[in-house]
């Protein structure tokens, strides 16, 4: 993180809920059947995870600088699997075209597979990380609230597993650490960053919140 502490990207480890029934009863129980619905489609996709337990709970906070930093790690990631020179990558000034990179692009429409699902495959910004493992993530629509005020939009929400995550940010790290990643380079900060949130959510059963 900077040292002054702004980041872009916010990473949280604790409950889903973000109202206690104390706090606001009517806004705790439509969490609460929203919750209740995400479990239920989680279930058809094989994944079985409690997210009404512990609301409140918030154990663990870290966040990255920029959103730069995370994209970034994702394409080092592809190019490492893929054998591709990541020296143009690293250099300070590097900046990302206004169209993705062909190679993630090919990665987000399943026509080229990777190791590294459930880091790449995730949202840059929103989703969450839970405690349970499972091959890739999941991407479930959310219901858009009736508003007659504001045009109906409806939006999905990424699952991605902390277990996997981690193993392959192990793996990842590694790599890095062949390719001669220095270790102040911002994407080592992220990854760092992702991994203790990843280790913290492992060993107390909770998810990832991302925002």
């Not at 993530?137 to 045009?151: L, M, R, S, T």
Request: proline content about 8%; charged content about 30%; hydrophobic content about 40%.
């Amino acid at each position: 993180m900077p040292d002054n502490g702004m980041t872009e990207l916010d990473l949280l480890v604790g409950s889903m809920f973000t109202t206690l029934p104390d706090e606001d009863r009517e806004r705790y129980e439509a969490e609460r059947a929203w919750l209740l619905d995400v479990q239920r489609l989680l279930a058809e996709e094989g994944v079985e995870v409690d997210l009404l337990s512990n609301p409140g709970a918030e154990i663990w906070e870290g966040g990255i600088e920029r959103y730069h930093d995370l994209f970034l790690l994702r394409l080092i990631a592809a190019y490492l699997e893929q054998g591709r020179d990541i020296q143009p990558l690293l250099a300070p000034d590097f900046e990302f075209d206004e169209e993705p990179d062909p190679l993630l692009a090919a990665i987000w429409e399943d026509e080229q597979s990777t190791r590294f699902p459930h880091l790449i495959k995730h949202q840059g910004e929103g989703g969450y990380y839970l405690p349970v493992d499972f091959p890739e993530p999941i991407w479930i629509e959310e219901e858009p609230e009736d508003d007659e005020d504001e045009p109906i939009e409806e939006t999905v929400v990424s699952f991605g597993s902390s277990p996997a995550l981690q193993r392959e940010l192990t793996d990842l790290e590694a790599m890095l650490d062949q390719a001669g990643v220095k270790p102040g380079h911002p994407v080592r900060r992220c990854l760092s960053v992702l991994r203790e949130a990843a280790g913290v959510s492992v060993d107390n059963g909770l998810p990832i919140i991302v925002w």
